[in-house]
Nanobody, 117 residues
Framework: QVQLVESGGGLVQPGGSLRLSCAAS????????IYWYRQAPGKEREQVAF???????NYDDSVKGRFTISADNAMNTVHLQMNNLNPEDAAVYYC???????????WGPGTQVTVSS
């Protein structure tokens, strides 16, 4: 069973940066894809970015040019570098990997990002 744990959240001023990390464990196979989602109070959870084990990446339009997703070769750790943060980026950020024939879907517990002056 894959376990995911996020870290790196915190309080940052508008225009500032944070680097989130998602640590994956428990799988004997390389994880194929990891997503970052976020959920602000009163809003639905939304996809922010994803990265595949082949290195393909994708970003939501709202974060393109500001966020960068990266991973180590084994997909054991996935980072989300967030630059030029604004109050609309404030949310709980989660990493997620979907179910495959080799492991069940997994979500991390989330890490809080607060953007405020």
């Amino acid at each position: 069973q894959v376990q995911l744990v996020e870290s790196g959240g915190g309080l940052v001023q508008p225009g500032g940066s944070l680097r989130l990390s998602c640590a994956a464990s428990g799988s004997s196979r390389t994880i194929h894809i990891i997503y970052w989602y976020r959920q602000a109070p009163g809003k639905e959870r939304e996809q922010v970015a994803f990265i595949t084990s082949g290195g393909s990446t994708n970003y939501d339009d709202s974060v393109k040019g500001r966020f960068t997703i990266s991973a180590d070769n084994a997909m054991n750790t996935v980072h989300l570098q967030m630059n030029n943060l604004n109050p609309e980026d404030a949310a709980v950020y989660y990493c997620h990997t979907p179910r495959t024939p080799w492991y069940e879907a997994s979500w991390g517990p989330g890490t809080q990002v607060t953007v405020s002056s």
